[in-house]
């Protein structure tokens, strides 16, 4: 079944230091990727997204994160943690046929930052 | 350009009785989505509506809850009669459908937080 899961639910790390959230994705055509984020008490706003063009694709904020065919993955990170980033996080897959438009959305990792 | 827009924010209720969530998508947002989402979970899909038709209700509760989208433009998702496991976050999203391509970003409102006691 076509599903996206997403390790740790509980990311905690220092101001400055790397930041990796991961995510990985079941199914055997590469999905659109998405990442999004969500602040206490707000909807969710778009990071970044994969369309199958670069794999590498930057987003928002400082954000990046690299498609991986082989691992089925699509890691986010962020080379240097800043306070502001502390968030929920969330990983989300559209894949085609089926339900265009469709999202499916990971049970999301918080980020914690410390000073 | 003004955001997805929804109202209340919070709602308080006992168990059993009925609720409604108004939604207010993007100008010009074709598509709009009713989402469902627990505390420590990601959002799930209720419906999704193209302009005025529900084209994806699979996931949507039938029995108490019900959805309408009026003129293609504002939605109204009701709960009738509310259950305590009801109590979750209930997201709107819009987008402008453009076929199966990249452009159909969801964009997000805040959410209305809904405590059944």
């Known amino acids: 079944a076509q599903s996206v899961t997403q390790l740790g639910s509980h990311v905690s790390v220092s101001e400055g230091a790397l930041v990796l959230l991961r995510c990985n994705y079941s199914?055997?055509?590469?999905?659109?990727l998405f990442w999004y984020v969500q602040y206490p008490n707000q909807g969710l706003q778009l990071l970044l997204k994969?369309?199958?063009?670069?794999?590498l694709v930057k987003g928002i904020n400082g954000f990046e994160a690299e498609f991986k065919k082989s691992e089925t993955s699509f890691h986010l990170t962020k080379p240097s943690a800043h306070m502001s980033d502390a968030a929920e996080y969330f990983c989300?897959?559209?894949?085609?046929?089926?339900?265009?438009?469709?999202?499916?959305f990971g049970k999301g990792t918080k980020l914690s930052v410390k000073p | 350009e003004a955001g997805v827009v929804q109202s209340p924010r919070y709602k308080i209720i006992e168990k059993k009785q009925p609720v409604a969530f108004w939604c207010n998508p993007i100008?010009?947002?074709?598509?709009l989505y009713w989402y469902l989402q627990n505390l420590g979970q990601g959002p799930e899909l209720l419906i999704r509506?193209?302009?005025?038709?529900?084209?994806?209700d699979s996931q949507l509760p039938k029995d108490r809850f019900s959805a309408e989208r009026l003129k293609g433009v504002d939605s109204t998702l009701k709960i009738q009669p509310a259950e305590l496991g009801d109590s979750a976050v209930y997201l709107c999203?819009?987008?402008?459908?453009?076929?199966?391509?990249?452009?159909?970003?969801?964009?997000f409102g805040p959410g209305t937080r809904l405590t059944v006691l």
């Open positions: 999203a819009s987008s402008r459908w453009r076929g199966d391509s990249e452009y159909n970003e969801q964009f």
């Open positions: 199914s055997s055509v590469p999905p659109y």
């Open positions: 994969y369309t199958s063009a670069a794999t």
């Open positions: 989300a897959v559209r894949f085609y046929g089926g339900s265009q438009g469709n999202l499916i």
């Open positions: 100008s010009g947002h074709n598509t």
């Open positions: 509506y193209e302009n005025e038709e529900a084209v994806d």
